[in-house]
Antibody, heavy 117, light 108 residues
Framework: DVHLVESGGGLVQPGGSLRLSCAAS????????LNWVRQAPGKGLEWVSY????????YYADSVKGRFTISRDNAKNSLYLQMNSLRAEDSAVYYC??????????WGQGTMVTVSS | DIQMTQSPSPLSASVGDRVTITCRAS??????LNWYQHKPGKAPKLLIY???SLQSGVPSRFSGSGSGTHFTLAISSLQPEDFATYYC??????????FGQGTKLEIK
């Protein structure tokens, strides 16, 4: 079975940092592009970041550019999201999602991030 | 930036009804449009890709159509498990992506 499992969420103070991880299994991880997507409480889905299969091409939403860093370790079948300078509006469930030809076909269950003092 | 606008929201319907959800793009996106179903506490699920292609394993009562700026997701005969929130997503500007604001399908 194909799986993505996020971890690393939690409660953090404004201005703090958090690193999310996404562990993949059941498919050739190094062949796929990956994304982070979030959903704030009571809000819709928001695309956050993209990384190519090799890790050489990276994109961010304007709302997180300069604060978040996406990376991957193909040897460990893992995706990461380093989140710095966190704000209350970054509070959300964060999903990792596999991309194939522009569509997100496999999603994890999500990890909750709460930014609050 | 490409904006995606869904209507209606919310949508009230009954089991057995046929429903249609509309998604409009702020500029032409050809058929670079996907649809997802999302239930609380669950992972979003891909239903339709490239505007009209049914994802493997998705029931045939789901269908998508449209091109350019106007797209629709139709569910031919609502089942109890179909009550969820539905999102369109454009990838014309890929790798950047934009989701619609979502349409919550509620039981009437």
């Amino acid at each position: 079975d194909v799986h993505l499992v996020e971890s690393g969420g939690g409660l953090v103070q404004p201005g703090g940092s958090l690193r999310l991880s996404c562990a993949a299994s059941g498919f050739m991880f190094s062949s796929y592009e990956l994304n982070w997507v979030r959903q704030a409480p009571g809000k819709g889905l928001e695309w956050v970041s993209y990384i190519s299969s090799s890790g050489n091409t990276i994109y961010y939403a304007d709302s997180v550019k300069g604060r978040f860093t996406i990376s991957r370790d193909n040897a460990k079948n893992s995706l990461y999201l380093q989140m710095n300078s966190l704000r209350a509006e970054d509070s959300a469930v964060y999903y990792c999602a596999r991309e194939w030809l522009g569509f997100l076909d496999i999603w994890g269950q999500g990890t909750m991030v709460t930014v609050s003092s | 930036d490409i904006q995606m606008t869904q209507s209606p929201s919310p949508l009230s319907a009954s089991v057995g009804d046929r429903v249609t959800i509309t998604c409009r793009a702020s500029q032409s996106i050809s058929t670079y449009l996907n649809w997802y179903q999302h239930k609380p506490g669950k992972a979003p699920k891909l239903l339709i890709y490239a505007a009209s292609s049914l994802q493997s394993g998705v029931p045939s009562r789901f269908s998508g159509s449209g091109s350019g700026t106007h797209f629709t997701l139709a569910i031919s005969s609502l089942q109890p498990e179909d009550f969820a929130t539905y999102y369109c997503q454009q990838y014309y500007s890929s790798p950047s992506k934009t989701f619609g604001q979502g349409t919550k399908l509620e039981i009437k």
